[in-house]
């Protein structure tokens, strides 16, 4: 008997993603390159499942019906390129390689290109919701040709989180939409992340809050509006008690944020394009600074105390609010860039679409999604949420509570990067005349690079200084 399906790479992801498909009656044949780790899966995780473990690639692939389908879950980066040079001589045309990792959309296309010339079909797949999604759901985001993605059209359907609305997933677009749109949802995911640490920063340093008493607020939280996969999160981590201390183990953790790439690809995709994403990329700073410990440590003596701040526990309501306002913005900046991208590079995104599988599995699934679908189908084209009436008054409402947050953050000395870039972002879209033309005048008077007019048209330069 063959399998109908293959999975290579059997670390966290790739073992769950194999039983998920596995479990929902496929058989699966698997391969990884170390084969102790296969051996480990087999005798540890597979129990009536349909699992056919390979030790051998060519056996591996032999093992599978044709045209076959191999999802390959290893590192992003060259363990690709690696893994891809190995399969292919034992593929045949018309067989289908899965790319699930995350990996950068621009190999994706030079993977895509390459393979097509052998006749193999490619989709690189997003797929979110780190090990438990991928054994019990994730949110599946595809992309290449429609004819490959209709070759597993019905596994990935299958095998995706479920809502109200559908499985999670779609046919994301053309060549590698789907590892863009996985690279900005983790884009998304480091700001609102970032957002909640600095709300929880505030509460623990100036509301003095402990860990118990955040956790109470953000499990209260996950009850309302901001219900979400990372808010439900938070108020576990905050429950989590070290044994050996027993103290919140969330105390004891070293405050140095790591990151794989994404967030950093995100930020620097967008100033590319041109699309401004301050939050997305703040985010990203904020990891890198976090890094900065020792420097810190001394420069935080040298500047001497700071977090005297007169403020109660009424400021959590505008706290609740301000998270709101953040994790709304870095959403629809977000947006903007996948919207931008799928013009440059004809990825052909439905954003509703990208917004409808993110609404399980995932690790940005949130309640507040319904309420971006909703903007969106206002207005399909609107590539800005903030040009809609109804996204501008919900974030006028919550701005009085914001600038009181960051009033108090402020005197606190508190850094508060992604909601500090998220009133900037508003306050700069909706400013009529910015200081460019001031900056337009500097760039003309020390290079000679001209400006425009607002009183005619034409380009202009004017001699600022006397050359000798
Ligand atoms: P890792 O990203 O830690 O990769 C480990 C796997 O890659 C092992 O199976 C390893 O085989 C294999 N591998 C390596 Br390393 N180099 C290889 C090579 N040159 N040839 C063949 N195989 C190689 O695993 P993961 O955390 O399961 O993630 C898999 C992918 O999914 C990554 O792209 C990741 O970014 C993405 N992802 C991860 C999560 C998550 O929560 N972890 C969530 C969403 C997406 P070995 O056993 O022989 O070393």
């Not at 009133?423 to 400006?451: C, K, M, V, W």
Request: net charge negative; hydrophobic share 40%.
């Amino acid at each position: 008997m063959k399998a109908q399906i293959g999975v290579v790479g059997l670390a966290v992801m790739g073992q769950n993603l194999a039983l998920n498909i596995a479990r929902n009656g496929y058989s699966v044949a698997v391969y990884n390159r170390t084969a102790e780790r296969t051996k480990k899966f087999v005798e540890e995780r597979v129990k009536a499942e349909k699992i056919l473990p390979s030790y051998d690639l060519q056996h591996f692939v032999q093992s599978i019906e044709r045209p076959r389908k191999i999802i390959l879950m290893v590192k992003a980066g060259t363990p690709v390129d690696e893994m891809i040079e190995e399969l292919l001589p034992f593929l045949e045309r018309g067989d289908l390689l899965i790319d699930a990792g995350n990996s950068h959309y621009a190999d994706t296309n030079r993977r895509l290109d390459k393979l097509s010339e052998h006749g193999i079909l490619y989709l690189g797949t997003g797929v979110s919701g780190g090990e438990y999604g991928a054994l019990h759901g994730p949110s599946i985001m595809p992309g290449g040709t429609l004819q490959a993605y209709k070759l597993v059209e019905d596994v990935f359907l299958k095998i995706a989180a479920k809502t109200e609305d559908g499985p999670c997933c779609t046919y994301v677009g053309n060549r590698s939409a789907g590892h863009f749109v996985k690279m900005v949802h983790n884009g998304i995911e480091y700001a609102i992340m970032q957002a909640i640490s600095e709300i929880y920063d505030l509460m623990r340093k100036v509301l003095k809050m402990n860990s118990e008493e955040i956790g109470q607020v953000f499990e209260r939280w996950n009850n309302g509006e901001l219900s979400s996969f990372l808010v439900e999160i938070t108020y576990k981590i905050m429950r989590r008690i070290d044994e050996e201390t027993n103290k919140p183990l969330v105390e004891l953790i070293l405050d140095k944020a790591e990151q794989k790439g994404t967030g950093k690809w995100t930020a620097q995709t967008a100033l590319d394009l041109g699309v401004p994403t301050p939050s997305l990329s703040t985010a990203v700073f904020a990891r890198t600074i976090s890094h900065f410990k020792e420097q810190r440590e001394q420069l935080s003596k040298i500047f001497g105390e700071k977090h005297k701040v007169n403020a109660d526990k009424s400021l959590l309501q505008d706290l609740e609010k301000s998270l709101l306002f953040a994790v709304f913005l870095s959403f629809s900046q977000g947006l903007w860039l996948i919207s931008e991208a799928s013009v440059a590079y004809n990825y052909n995104i439905d954003l509703l679409e990208v917004l409808r599988i993110w609404k399980g599995g995932c690790i940005i699934r949130a309640k507040l999604l319904d309420f971006l679908r909703r903007i969106l189908k206002e207005n399909p084209q609107n590539v800005n949420l903030l040009a809609s009436e109804t996204a501008m008054n919900f974030l006028k409402e919550k701005l009085p509570s914001v600038l009181k947050v960051s009033s108090v953050a402020r005197e606190a000395s508190l850094p508060m990067p992604v909601l500090s870039s998220c009133i900037d972002y508003l306050f700069s879209l909706t400013e009529e005349n910015l200081p460019a033309n001031l900056i337009q005048a500097q760039r003309d008077f020390f290079g000679a690079h001209t400006f425009e007019r607002i009183d005619k048209e034409g380009t202009f330069h004017v001699e600022w200084q006397e050359l000798e």
